[in-house]
């Protein structure tokens, strides 16, 4: 299940080469929508060829419109732009028409060249459900007090248990909030000030099945989403203590023992300060979004080198390792290639 919808950066860069038949490619902007150049303008007998136009890394398109037609001087017709090429997982680019001939009858310029193709590797991590998780230290950007949102595609291989992520259980420092699995359901736990015991919410999620989960609490209730869905609620009214504790993923508490390690696997984990709305979470569980967003404070591809024992952070504030820490180990995670659907 390739994650074909995540939506591109917002970039752009121009490439100007005027040269022979003279090319002028631009590179597109956000979701890959970008146009390429115009074409060089060239001498008697020969139009300026249009430019290629290049749909941004991860978009949810990458479909790009060629460059416009280069200027035909007397005689000569102007060329096709060529279609977009969409270097990291976008689909294929549109092919642009041609302009029209020269002055002195040249003929209609031919369509753009072939479509490009995505070629882009997404990788997930795999939990064996003994030994592996992801470690992020403390960051007060993740020590969350009056709302949250914790959200994930997962895997899950067993029904038996195990955590997807939290902050949660360090040698008796006291817990925050988790998302786990257990007996076949998704389950969100939280601690709040005003309450020392767990106040939790839980829903059947299916195994052996890409699902996308999403757990917030603002304040007020506990909200679990399934694939966009709201799908389990609990009211549970305060605040979450502040606390010392690294943020893991894969694993419920270091201290308990392989029952709270996950099997399975995760991709595009991110963590919010805010509780994100019904609407967000629909509109957006099938995309990415931009580490510049409001109230992200952490964002998990899992894309890095399968050699990388790092775990980048797109915000650039969080990153983490496979394992307790950098060094190769049997407490890493599997960096696999997710299938396409």
């Known amino acids: 299940m390739a994650f074909r919808t995540k939506a591109g950066s917002i970039w752009a860069v121009t490439l100007t080469v005027v040269v022979g038949i003279g090319v002028s490619a631009g590179c597109g902007g956000s979701s890959g929508s970008g146009s390429g150049g115009s ?25 790009s419109a060629g460059g416009s037609a280069g200027v035909a001087n007397p005689g000569g017709g102007a060329g096709g732009g060529f279609a977009g090429a969409a270097p990291v997982g976008g689909e294929a680019g549109t092919a642009a028409l041609a302009g029209m001939g020269g002055e002195a009858g040249g003929e209609v310029g031919a369509e753009g060249g072939a479509a490009g193709e995505g070629t882009a590797t997404d990788y997930a991590l795999q939990f064996n459900g003994t030994t592996d998780l992801v470690y992020v230290p403390y960051s007060t950007s993740l020590d969350v007090t009056t709302a949250v949102t914790l959200e994930a ?37 939280i601690v709040r000030q005003e309450d020392p015991s767990q106040t939790t919410a839980s829903v059947t999620m299916p195994l052996n099945a890409w699902t996308h989960v999403a757990f917030t609490y603002d304040g007020s209730n506990i909200l679990i989403y399934l694939n966009g869905v709201q799908a389990a609620s609990t009211a549970a009214p305060g605040s979450l203590p502040a606390e010392p504790l690294p943020f893991r993923l894969g694993i419920e508490d270091i201290n308990l023992g ?46 890095e080198a399968p050699s990388s024992q790092i775990v980048v952070d797109a915000t650039g504030a969080n990153n983490g390792t496979l394992g307790l820490d950098a060094n190769v180990g049997a407490d890493d995670p599997t960096r696999v290639v997710r299938p396409a659907n």
């Open 39 to 63: 074409g060089g303008n060239q001498q008697p007998d020969a139009g300026g060829q249009g430019g290629a136009g290049a749909g941004a890394p991860n978009a949810t398109s990458g479909s």
């Open 153 to 189: 595609w997962v895997y899950a291989t067993s029904a038996a248990g195990g955590a997807i992520g939290g902050m949660w259980g360090n040698g008796g420092i006291a817990d925050k909030y988790l998302l786990q699995l257990n007996g076949g359901n998704v389950i969100a736990r």
């Open 258 to 303: 392989t029952s709270t390690f996950l099997a399975g696997e995760l991709d595009e984990v991110r963590v919010w300060n805010v509780a994100r709305t019904a609407q967000e979470i629909a509109s957006n569980y099938q995309a990415s979004v931009l580490a510049a967003s409001t109230g992200l404070v952490a964002y998990y591809h899992f894309n």
